[in-house]
């Protein structure tokens, strides 16, 4: 048996447990069974080959993966000849998520997704609370999977939180990228400092803004909880929170499903023992701001590495921070395109122009 294939598991394997959060299914109505559930309803809407298994890491910790590629077998060969294309959703996402793309990505190209380490199906081992040390973890656990997998060279992409960390794995691990697709990457810009209030003119008092009270009550408030906490405590309100919270999801996919099929999947994800969600906040500030801002260490890219930055036009994520990379790198090949009426969400808003975009930049590997 090789190693790869001694590091898989099938999917059919005892689920794992959720340690001291093992008695709180009595009020949250969940389980990593439903959560596995959902997500077959989600994948049964694949057209393409799909593998599906847990993959090992050497510390035991499991990553949940799926491999898709093309039906038609006269096409297996081409396929294998080409770079996989490898795709890491963002916070408190999952691999249901790309039912949109997978079908359309992997025509040509074999694709694997994967649930980051704390997330979805994924292990949920305890992560520090140092923001540099909580990011290696994240990027250890993505290098040990490439290996199990016996990944030579891949054209990474990372939406959100998996743009941040892709871009960090391809700054330690360069030779094994060919291509870094980033999709409304979060944790890029430093944090703006506070504005100041005064005429401006030279001699003049000049004071900081200081947001009111109540503000900064809350704040420090929410600083001690993990960013999901709400959905947890929330009790079996919870699936109906999150429909409250996020019918966007319901309306992205309302042509694949007519029910609550992506909020479940959506809350089933983020119900269980919050261990992603913890390394997410050792990494970021209040508000959402990352620690270790990226824009610090794109610089450490190669020069010859190949960038894409993909942002939706009416994400809240700001494009212009595509122009600031691009800057710092120089005559680096970096792009940046706008997907026009796409929010943050850009793969699930305007699927058809995503496909499109992500497999032109993936023509040009190979």
Same mark, same amino acid.
């Given at each position: 048996?090789?190693? %790869? ?46 593998? +599906? $298994? ?17 039906? +038609? ?29 997978? #079908?359309?990505? =992997? ?5 694997? %997704? ?9 292990? $949920? ?61 979060? &944790? ?7 504005? !100041? ?31 999901? %906490? ?7 309100? &919870? ?18 499903? #007519? ?11 983020? %119900? ?28 450490? !890219?190669?020069? =010859? ?14 494009? +212009? ?27 699930? #808003? ?5 496909? $499109? ?10």
């Amino acid at each position: 048996m090789s190693p %790869a294939n001694a590091a898989m598991q099938d999917e059919t394997d005892a689920e794992q447990t959720s340690g001291y959060w093992s008695w709180w299914p009595s009020w949250r109505p969940t389980s990593m069974s439903l959560l596995k559930s959902a997500e077959s309803k989600i994948l049964a809407c694949l057209q393409n080959d799909v593998w +599906s $298994r847990f993959v090992t890491l050497s510390n035991q910790n499991r990553i949940w993966t799926l491999k898709v590629t093309n039906k +038609s077998s006269h096409k297996h060969k081409d396929q294998a000849a080409k770079t996989p294309l490898v795709m890491v959703h963002g916070f408190g996402g999952g691999v249901g998520l790309w039912i949109r793309n997978l #079908d359309t990505l =992997s025509c040509s190209r074999p694709v694997y %997704a994967f649930d980051l380490l704390g997330f979805g199906r994924s292990s $949920r081992p305890s992560f520090p609370s140092d923001a540099s040390l909580a990011e290696e973890q994240f990027i250890t656990s993505i290098e040990q999977w490439r290996q199990s997998l016996g990944l030579e060279r891949m054209i990474l992409l990372g939406h959100s939180l998996g743009g941040y960390l892709a871009t960090s794995y391809t700054i330690q691990y360069p030779e094994r990228v060919s291509h870094l697709i980033l999709v409304d990457a979060w &944790g890029f810009p430093e944090r703006p400092q506070p504005q !100041l209030q005064g005429s401006g003119g030279q001699g003049s008092e000049v004071k900081r803004v200081s947001p009111p009270r109540w503000v900064k009550a809350l704040v420090s408030l929410f600083s001690f909880f993990n960013p999901l %906490a709400v959905i947890r405590a929330a009790g079996p309100w &919870g699936p109906g929170l999150v429909n409250r919270l996020r019918p966007d999801f319901k309306r992205k996919y309302e042509d694949l499903f #007519d029910d609550d099929t992506m909020t479940q999947y959506i809350y089933h994800c983020n %119900a269980q023992n919050p261990s992603g969600e913890v390394g997410f906040k050792a990494m970021s500030e209040s508000l959402g701001w990352a620690k270790r801002p990226m824009v610090q260490r794109v610089h450490l !890219l190669p020069p =010859s590495m190949p960038v894409s930055m993909l942002y939706g036009e009416r994400s809240w994520v700001e494009s +212009s921070t595509g122009n600031t990379v691009a800057q710092i790198r120089g005559k680096s090949p970096t792009s940046i395109t706008l997907i026009e009426d796409a929010s943050h969400h850009v793969y699930a #808003d305007q699927p058809e122009e995503f496909n $499109r975009v992500v497999e032109s930049i993936c023509n040009t590997v190979d």
